[in-house]
Structures are given as C-alpha cells and as structure tokens.
C-alpha cells in the first residue's frame, strides 16, 4: 500500500510538472509571438494559458499588450486590471493600464495609475510626465505645474516638461509666460516637436502667418505623422495664398487620416475656389455621411450641385437646410430658382411666396459668394451660422498632439521600419504576398517533398515581408494541424512517415511563432533525414528567430548564432546552387553587423537568381549602413525593377540622406 500511494504521488508531482510546463511554454510562445508583432496569434496563446491558470499575472499582462497594440483599449484595460488585482506590485501594469486610460480620454483614471506607479517607482520621469499631461487634460492646471516643476527640478534635461508648462500657460491665456517656457524648452532640445507645436498654435492666435508656417513645418519634420499639423499648415498657407500647397497639406493629412473631418471639409472648400466643383462634391459628400445633420455642408454641396447643373439633388439638399431653417431666405431663393430651370413653377411660386411675405427680408440673397478673400475667413466647428457656409472652419481649442512617455507608444506597426533587412526564406503553410509580380519561390527539394510525402496541408516558400500575420481562423486552423500531427507523431511506427510528420509539425510551430518546439521537432527529424537540406534550412531561420527573441530578453545568444550559422553552411555545402540560402545567411550576417560577408552572400544569391529582388533590396540597406550610397541607389533601383515598389521610396530617403 505504501509503494503504491508514493507512486501516485510521484505521478501527480509529474502531472503537475507537466502542467506547469505546458502553461510557461504556452506564455513563452505568446511573448515570442508579441516580439514578433503577431498579436492575434499572441492571444490565443494567452488564452490557453488562461484557461489553464487563471490565476497567473502574466498572461493576463501579455494579453493587455497584445489587445493595446490592436488598438483594443477596453480590453486591454480590463485585462490590465486583472493582472494588477493579481499583483499590484509591477508598475509597468498601472502604466499600461494607464496609457490605455489615456487613449480613451480617461484622464481622471489614468491619474490614479500613474500615481500609483510613482509610488512604486518614483525614478522614471516618464510616469510624473504622463500624469502632469493628464492633469492638464482634466483642466488640473495648478497640479499639472507642480508635477511639471518636480520633473524639471529633478531632470532638468527633460525638455517636454518646459513645453507642458508652456502649454498649461497658453491654457490659461496668459502667453507671455507660454513664450517664457516655450523659448526654455527649445534651449533644451531645439529638436522638441511638442514646443514647436505649442509655438505654432501661439502664432496662429496672432495670425502670424509666416512664423506659424516656419514653426509647423518643424514639427512636421519632427513628426511626419501628426495630422493636426498638416492641417493647421494649410490654414496658413491659405492665408499666404498658397493654395497648392494648402492641398498638398490637406491630401497629406486624408491619407494619414481617411476620417479627419477638417481636412475633408475645408478640402471642399478649396477644391471650389480652384475650380474642382465634382471632387469638391465628394469630400463633402464624406463630411455628410460622417455628420448627417451638418446642415453647413449640405448647403455647400447644394450649391455646388446646383452650380453644375444636379437640380434635382441640389433640391433635395436645400430642403433638408429649409425643413431645419424655416426663415433660411436663400436657401428658399436658390431652391425656387432650381424649381423654375426645371419647369415646376408651382413650387418655385410657393417658395418665391414665403419670401414675399417676409416682406422681401435684407438678407434674400445676401450670402456672399467663395472668392479668395472670402476663404481666409474661419468659423469654429461648433458654431452654426449659415452666412458662414463657406468659411474655413477650425477647431473650438487648439488640439497638440501629445506622445505620451510610454514603452506602450501605439500600434507597433505604426513604428517607421523602411530601413529594416526584408525577413529571410522559410517554409510556411501560408503563402504570403511579396508584391513581386511574376516571380515564385522556387525549391526542388521542398516541390519533392510535396509531391512525394503527400503532407497533410502543402508547404510553401515565403519570404513575409509584408508582415501578413495569421488571423483568427488560421491561428484556429494551425492549432488544429499541430494536434493532428501530434497525434500521427505518437502513433506511428515507421520511421521515414514519423520524420514526415515531423518536419510538418515543425513548420506548423513556425508559423504559430513556437521557434522552441519547431526546433526540438527538427532536430528529431534530422536525426532520421540526416541529409535533408530544408530541415537545416528551416532549422537555421528558427534559430535565428528565437536568438532575436532571446536578444531582446538581455541573453547572450553567440553560441546559438554559430549553431544557426552552422546550419546555413551544411545546407549549402548540400545545396550549393540555391540561392534563398545564401540570402538567409547574408541576413544573419547582417544583422551581426558582419557587413562584408553579408554583401557576399547577397551578391552570389544574385548571381544564382538574378530576379531574386529581395537579395537586391537587402544589399542596398548593407550598402546604406557602410555609407555606400551609389552602390545601394543602384540595388534599389533594380530591386524596384523587379517589382518591389517600396525600394523607390527607400531610395528616395537615401538621396535625402545623403
């Protein structure tokens, strides 16, 4: 009796041990798949840990990242909350928790949690930082100035503190000590957006129109992608009477911000001063469908139908200002006119009636027309005026975009990576889009592997560049395809079908960014295939995948290099002529800074496959990164030849550069 208690409690000790097991792999594959930016996928690792141990933090951490940089706010504040009732003792969760707040205009909420956090660290600036911008959001100002005083007392270096009290300052209409804190902050750092743009707003109140542009075009070059920006520069430059380059501004804010309703709006009225009365009818034609009831921009795009000949839908939107407006005497006098050109003299006698009775009032007709005076001439958002129909219209407050102090910036995706080496070669279940028109990824081995093996999904060759993640379902669908290999894997009895199944299994963790798995599953493979090539190739990009993983975790990951190194070479001392190998060991190269060696891989790739784009594209970024800007201008120019549209911007950026 005694044997047998201890042997079950040796067997629930293991079963434990494997549970435990189960759940760090699970949230350590969950945070490889955050490092790699593929946040759904990360999720659904997080999710299964949960399930398991839901009262572990972390993942309820991880996952409140993940849903962040997915722009779930809610979710990622809930989850947030769960992970901070579990351990309120990590500050980095109340900031999370805090940004998450912020984007979500919970001032109040997020002030509590940067509060907190500077209990528990009082040494980041970052979190005094983000609670003053907060206090100042919730019109706090006495508190936002204490903190914004504490941070200069104790970093003085810290240049946005200077430009928040500036704007507190500007807040509270006193601008002589705006300028004070402004001209304090540029001292600091003459590179700081965030003054420069509180120095435009001061010169836009005084329609110094120059000075407002010199100041926004600085922060526009500081910060390319604030759109409040392109926006504001284009109301200044229409009162320089340079509407082609207040369009340029407009077009360059839509594309940042397809929704912006300012830009859309006074995009409208500029398109109508220079002429461009059908397009103009389209971004008002958006402002409406944004703001069904914005009587301003139905009149506006009445006037426009009404001037190019749409009677009928110049009508309809007259109506709809009338039925608002019943005393709209224009309106009625334009909308009687459209009436008489289309032959319903009925109507037009009834609203040329109403008109009569109000014993022909002094504004009938008194709207003035859009000329260039008249388009310097601004109304707030809020206010509905109709004699301001074509006025440009700015916001009620200045609105500065704030970057809050956080490692929690915004969606990573939004981070400027033209720079960055395009990924190596690897096999994967999901054939991603590489842009490339007319060129396939090609390997003999991998298309006999697939004719002969019969796996159970086909493998294909991608170099994901485009960064495509999985979504729902294919995470589902890979989960799914490991669970059925592993139960082949466990089953199967012949040695030459069990390695199939596991160089499948391998590249199913791959895709679900488990690199750990894959490579324990590959290194059982090869022990049976010891002369597959694909096995070392695939085994040589997981290992470099999870080395910049393990990288970014402060571990010292050379000897694990030279393993994927290693790799590398006896795949092409197997294959000699495959050119996607060479490229994946010039990336490795690369990214150890190896430059010269790198630039030979890509080259002799090239030689081999002189329409491997991607091979032309990584040796110009090498080329860059040792000042030789004629070499990578040329590389560029062929890898764009070749269809990789992306290198000419690239290349652009280079000629700037240099």
């Not at 940089?69 to 947030?80: K, M, P, Q, T």
């Not at 500029?270 to 944004?290: K, P, S, T, Y």
Request: with cysteine; aromatic share 12%; net charge neutral.
């Amino acid at each position: 009796m005694k044997h047998i208690i201890v042997l079950l409690i040796a067997l629930l000790s293991v079963g434990k041990a494997n549970a435990q097991y189960n759940v760090d792999r699970l949230v350590t594959s969950g945070e490889v798949a955050l490092h790699y930016e593929d946040y759904v996928l990360s999720i659904q690792y997080f999710n299964k840990a949960l399930a398991l141990k839901p009262y572990l933090w972390l993942p309820w951490y991880y996952r409140s990242v993940a849903k962040f940089y997915l722009d779930d706010f809610v979710g990622a504040e809930n989850d947030a909350s769960k992970a901070i009732d579990l351990n309120p003792y990590i500050e980095q969760i109340f900031d999370l928790r805090g940004i998450s707040r912020i984007r979500q205009d919970k001032f109040d909420d997020a002030i509590r949690d940067y509060t907190k956090a500077i209990s528990l660290n009082s040494t980041l600036s970052s979190f005094w930082l983000n609670r003053a911008i907060c206090r100042m959001k919730a019109n706090d100002y006495d508190q936002a100035l204490l903190d914004a005083d504490t941070i200069i007392k104790r970093w003085s270096d810290v240049a946005p503190a200077y430009s928040l009290k500036a704007e507190i300052y500007l807040n509270k209409k006193d601008t002589a000590q705006a300028d004070v804190w402004l001209s304090k902050s540029l001292d600091v750092d003459p590179y700081n957006a965030d003054a420069w743009q509180t120095r435009a707003y001061i010169t836009l109140n005084r329609k110094q129109w120059r000075e407002a542009d010199s100041c926004l075009s600085k922060v526009i070059h500081f910060k390319p992608k604030m759109v409040n920006s392109y926006v504001n520069r284009a109301l200044v430059r229409i009162n320089t009477n340079n509407l082609r380059g207040a369009m340029a501004d407009y077009d360059m804010a839509i594309d940042l911000d397809p929704n912006n309703f300012l830009a859309h709006y006074n995009r409208g009225l500029l398109r109508v001063q220079l002429g461009d009365d059908n397009r103009a009818i389209e971004d008002f034609d958006f402002v409406i469908r944004m703001e069904p009831q914005n009587f301003m921009a139905i009149y506006n795009r009445a006037l426009l139908h009404d001037k190019i000949g749409n009677l009928k839908q110049a009508i309809r939107d007259y109506s709809t200002v009338i039925d608002q407006f019943p005393n709209f005497w224009s309106g009625l006098n334009q909308r009687a006119y459209c009436y008489r050109r289309l032959g319903m003299n009925g109507k037009a006698e009834l609203d040329e009636f109403r008109i009569f009775k109000a014993q022909m009032d002094k504004r009938v007709s008194g709207q003035r027309r859009w000329s260039r005076s008249k388009l310097k001439e601004m109304r707030k958002r809020s206010e509905i005026n109709l004699d301001k129909y074509n006025d440009i219209v700015v916001e009620d407050q200045p609105q500065i975009e704030h970057e809050y102090n956080s490692q929690y910036r915004g969606a990573i995706q939004n981070r400027n990576v033209e720079m960055a080496l395009l990924p190596m070669y690897q096999l994967s279940y999901f054939e991603a889009s590489n842009g490339v028109h007319g060129y396939q990824a090609f390997d003999s081995e991998l298309d006999i592997f697939n004719s002969k093996q019969n796996p159970i999904r086909k493998l294909s060759l991608t170099c994901n560049y485009q960064h495509e993640k999985l979504d729902g379902v294919q995470s589902k669908q890979i989960f799914q395809l490991i669970d059925v290999l592993s139960a082949g894997i466990s089953e199967e009895k012949d040695k030459d079908v069990r390695a199939s199944l596991l160089l499948q299994r391998a590249v199913a963790y791959a895709d679900a960014q488990n690199f750990a798995d894959a490579i324990a599953d590959l290194d059982d493979y090869l022990a049976i295939d010891t002369t597959s090539t694909i096995g070392r190739w695939e085994r040589g990009v997981c290992q470099t995948m999870l080395n910049s993983f393990d990288a970014s975790k402060g571990q010292n990951v050379n000897l694990k290099v030279a393993q994927a190194e290693g790799d590398f070479a006896e795949a092409i001392k197997m294959s000699p002529r495959n050119a996607y190998l060479y490229f994946n060991r010039g990336n490795l190269f690369a990214s150890q800074k190896n430059y010269e060696r790198a630039i030979a891989d890509y080259t002799h790739s090239i030689e081999l496959d002189p329409r491997l784009a991607e091979a032309y594209f990584n040796r110009a970024i090498v080329y860059g990164e040792t000042g030789r800007v004629e070499q990578a201008q040329k590389d560029l120019s062929k890898a764009g030849e070749l269809g990789l549209y992306n290198a000419y911007s690239l290349s652009k950026q280079l000629s700037k550069g240099k």
